[in-house]
């Protein structure tokens, strides 16, 4: 690959389980199709944390971060509707367009997909390479820890497709972190009511809340579900969102769907994890169970819904390149909303400073 005059810039790249190491690495100037990023901010997921721990298969080595936004710095010559100094964020997955999947349409379920972060390299650097189309152009004002959330509310917004909620019903989210937070706050735009969610930590029952809910539980409240299906006149959920990831979640939604009623599993559960599930249950109350992977088709559709929803009323926390294990643990604890490394730095991840010159080496 051609270099850049950059030489080398520092990434964060995961050589094994526990082994995630700051190193410099060869820059190199777009292809024709590409463009080169300034990575501003970029959310840590639980997928890094698993990344990292061993649990989620991923190239080695490979720079890590999938939730990126960042300025574009450098634009290939087949680009086109880019420019440098936008700022974008990142749909981060490339399918391999021959397989049965590819040709349905299901490009998500792609037998050969590649994530960036996770098998290509990330935005976890001061420099990430990737294709044109696969960047968007945020609206304008957005902050960048703001941009950096587009790719969860897009797999959101797919996991919402998918549940295919009708207004006026009743919605539960078991779990408020982050996704669980936005599924709140879409369920709240669709016109769900009421809409109920489901946290052991009251931070996250007030995040619930502050996202839209019109009531909260504690799960190990043991009046909860009794108080929480009262609020549906007895009858239970329509639609159920186990935004947690656990075979207790699933079951326990089970048990609070009403008949007829929707279960979305959106959590990432660990592989081995099970529920017990009598198929009677399924066949006489005409349960529905549904699952949702990443965001097909739906990145653009989070770009416009940005500025509609109080995202900013979510907490950030915020990481130096060299800080991935603190982020990782501040993720765990959930003491933050929502946890980012800056690359640039905290004053340009929350909007504040002067861009000019960033990323130019």
């Known amino acids: 690959?051609?270099?850049?005059?950059?030489?080398t810039v520092p990434a964060v790249r995961f050589h094994g389980p526990a082994d995630v190491r700051l190193e410099?690495?060869?820059?190199?100037?777009?292809?024709?199709?590409?463009?080169?990023?300034?990575?501003?901010?970029?959310?840590?997921?639980?997928t890094?944390?698993?990344?990292?721990?061993?649990?989620?298969?991923?190239?080695?080595?490979?720079?890590?971060?999938?939730?990126?936004?960042?300025?574009?710095?450098?634009?290939g010559s087949a680009v086109d509707g880019l420019a440098v100094g936008d700022l974008v964020t990142v749909e981060p997955h490339h399918y391999c367009t021959g397989c049965v999947y590819c040709r349905l349409g299901q490009e998500h379920l792609c037998d050969h997909r590649r994530g960036y972060g996770v098998r290509l390299d990330g935005g976890m650097t001061r420099r990430q390479l990737v294709p044109g189309r696969i960047a968007?152009?945020?609206?304008?004002?957005?902050?960048?820890?703001?941009?950096?959330?587009?790719?969860?509310?897009?797999?959101?917004?797919?996991?919402?497709?998918?549940l295919a909620p009708v207004s006026g019903l009743p919605l539960l989210v078991y779990g408020t972190g982050p996704a669980g937070a936005m599924m709140v706050a879409l369920a709240r735009a669709?016109?769900?009511?009421?809409?109920?969610?489901?946290?052991?930590?009251?931070?996250?029952?007030?995040?619930?809340?502050?996202?839209?809910?019109?009531?909260?539980?504690?799960?190990g409240d043991p009046t909860a579900?009794?108080?929480?299906?009262?609020?549906?006149?007895?009858?239970g959920f329509p639609y159920v969102v186990d935004a947690v990831g656990s075979g207790r979640v699933l079951r326990a939604a089970l048990d609070l769907a009403s008949r007829g009623g929707r279960i979305l599993v959106f959590g990432v559960a660990h592989p081995d994890d099970e529920v017990p599930i009598r198929p009677n249950e399924i066949f006489s109350r005409e349960l529905s169970i549904v699952g949702a992977l990443i965001n097909p088709y739906t990145h653009h559709r989070a770009v416009g819904l940005l500025p509609t929803l109080p995202l900013d009323r979510l907490t950030p926390a915020f990481?130096?390149?060299?800080?991935?294990?603190?982020a990782l643990a501040e993720q765990r604890s959930g003491t933050a909303d929502?946890?980012?490394?800056?690359?640039?730095?905290?004053?340009?991840?929350?909007?504040?400073?002067?861009?000019?010159?960033?990323?130019?080496?």
């Open 24 to 46: 410099e690495v060869p820059a190199r100037d777009p292809l024709p199709h590409e463009v080169a990023l300034a990575p501003l901010a970029v959310g840590v997921c639980g």
């Open 225 to 235: 579900e009794a108080a929480a299906r009262a609020l549906t006149g007895g009858h």
């Open 190 to 219: 669709a016109g769900l009511a009421p809409v109920v969610a489901m946290d052991p930590r009251p931070q996250r029952r007030d995040l619930a809340l502050a996202m839209g809910a019109h009531a909260v539980f504690d799960p």
């Open 48 to 75: 890094d944390g698993h990344i990292v721990a061993g649990d989620f298969p991923a190239a080695r080595p490979v720079v890590l971060g999938h939730e990126v936004c960042g300025r574009v710095t450098a634009v």
């Open 319 to 326: 990481f130096g390149l060299d800080a991935l294990p603190a």
């Open 1 to 7: 690959m051609p270099a850049t005059s950059a030489g």
């Open 136 to 162: 968007y152009r945020l609206p304008a004002g957005t902050v960048p820890w703001i941009g950096a959330l587009t790719e969860p509310l897009a797999c959101c917004v797919h996991g919402m497709d998918r």
């Open 338 to 361: 929502k946890v980012f490394l800056a690359p640039y730095g905290v004053d340009l991840a929350t909007g504040v400073g002067d861009l000019a010159g960033v990323g130019q080496g």
